[in-house]
């Protein structure tokens, strides 16, 4: 199995099976002991276990085309042996020329005793349209009596 070093590396191996339908490397990301891992996959419900996670990555990857899937992370936070990871993933099959799936995800990682893993994933349903331009402060308006 796989030893990662860093919340980091782990994250990339995580998109790696993603993108290239890799069930065993799917499988060496997630963590083995107590608390049990965690997944939400878009619209889905609440995956409790190792064996519940993977076997929905499973169905996810077997017979599926490879997509086209680009990752950013917006924001980190680590402390202690857990971090995490909230991230924008680019998501389409790769023969589309349709815009991709823009989702959120909030991965977080937990140092074990063989090394970083994943224990939570939890994506948003792909986002409707374009991100709003941030808003500008409105002045408060005086309050009538």
């Known amino acids: 199995m796989s030893r990662f070093l860093t919340p980091d590396e782990v994250e990339a191996a995580f998109y790696a099976a993603f993108q290239t339908l890799d069930i065993a490397l799917m499988g060496a990301v997630w963590a083995a002991e107590e608390p049990s891992p965690v997944c939400v ?3 889905g419900d609440l995956l409790q276990g190792r064996g519940e996670v993977l076997s929905s990555w499973r169905e996810v990857l077997t ?3 490879r997509p086209e899937l680009h990752f950013r992370v917006i924001q980190r936070t680590a402390t202690n042996g857990l971090a995490v990871h909230l991230v924008e993933e680019l998501i ?4 589309s020329r349709e815009e991709p799936n823009r989702i959120l995800a909030t991965n977080v ?3 074990t005793a063989e090394g970083w893993r994943m224990t939570a994933h939890h994506a948003s349903l792909p986002l409707m349209g374009k ?5 500008t402060p409105e002045t408060p308006k005086p309050r009538m009596h």
């Open 41 to 43: 996959h878009p619209g």
């Open 63 to 65: 017979g599926a085309e």
């Open 92 to 95: 389409r099959p790769s023969r």
């Open 109 to 111: 990682y937990r140092q």
């Open 131 to 135: 991100r709003p331009a941030a808003a």
